[in-house]
T-cell receptor
Framework: DAGVIQSPRHEVTEMGQEVTLRCKPISGHDYLFWYRQTMMRGLELLIYFNNNVPIDDSGMPEDRFSAKMPNASFSTLKIQPSEPRDSAVYFC?????????????FGPGTRLTVL | GNSVTQMEGPVTLSEEAFLTINCTYTATGYPSLFWYVQYPGEGLQLLLKATKADDKGSNKGFEATYRKETTSFHLEKGSVQVSDSAVYFCALSDRNTGNQFYFGTGTSLTVIP
């Protein structure tokens, strides 16, 4: 399996621009998670989906952030407009519930820099 | 609620030293416990896991035992290598709370030759 795929790996943009991050989960996984990692705040869960439906978006910091999962093999995280404080590494992870536990598998991340 | 607390870093050890990274948890149900490792510039990778009390997870020389009586899941390795330098995250998942993961803040380990 190719694992969780994220694109782009690096993104540099200017304040006010729209940014779209993409994720392809592992085939067959029915949960998808978006995280943000910064030195100051560590790893934060932004939103997660089950069977393409958003379950909990309480971690989404502001209305500037939105996430979609139009099908089981693709998800996007959009920031519009972007701000310098959005600079972070954004991870996508997917998981499959198996018995009484499950394991999350992470993508390599997208390093976002907003100037 | 659910939470994970792990020891503050950074930790610096000499090669072949013994490693312990402490992790304690709070959970409302019966969680599964995990250690993830993040190498520089990469995403988090599962290192080991334990799904019930007294289970021992192990991988690549690392071990951790699920201790329900002390609500702990400490990570240990008998002899660290330079290649073990990374950030280590303790985490729990609990099906009672919608299969979310709760991560600790991470502990940075540097192993020097």
């Amino acid at each position: 399996d190719a694992g969780v795929i994220q694109s782009p790996r690096h993104e540099v943009t200017e304040m006010g621009q729209e940014v779209t991050l993409r994720c392809k989960p592992i085939s067959g996984h029915d949960y998808l998670f978006w995280y943000r990692q910064t030195m100051m705040r560590g790893l934060e869960l932004l939103i997660y989906f089950n069977n393409n439906v958003p379950i909990d978006d309480s971690g989404m910091p502001e209305d500037r952030f939105s996430a979609k999962m139009p099908n089981a093999s693709f998800s996007t995280l959009k920031i519009q407009p972007s701000e310098p404080r959005d600079s972070a590494v954004y991870f996508c992870a997917s998981s499959l519930v198996w018995g009484s536990y499950y394991t999350q598998y992470f993508g390599p991340g997208t390093r976002l820099t907003v100037l | 609620g659910n939470s994970v607390t792990q020891m503050e870093g950074p930790v610096t050890l000499s090669e072949e030293a013994f490693l312990t990274i402490n992790c304690t948890y709070t959970a409302t149900g019966y969680p599964s416990l995990f250690w993830y490792v993040q190498y520089p510039g990469e995403g988090l990778q599962l290192l080991l896991k334990a799904t019930k009390a007294d289970d021992k997870g192990s991988n690549k020389g690392f071990e951790a035992t699920y201790r329900k009586e002390t609500t702990s899941f400490h990570l240990e390795k008998g002899s660290v290598q330079v290649s073990d330098s990374a950030v280590y995250f303790c985490a729990l998942s609990d099906r009672n709370t919608g299969n979310q993961f709760y991560f600790g803040t991470g502990t940075s380990l540097t192993v020097i030759p």
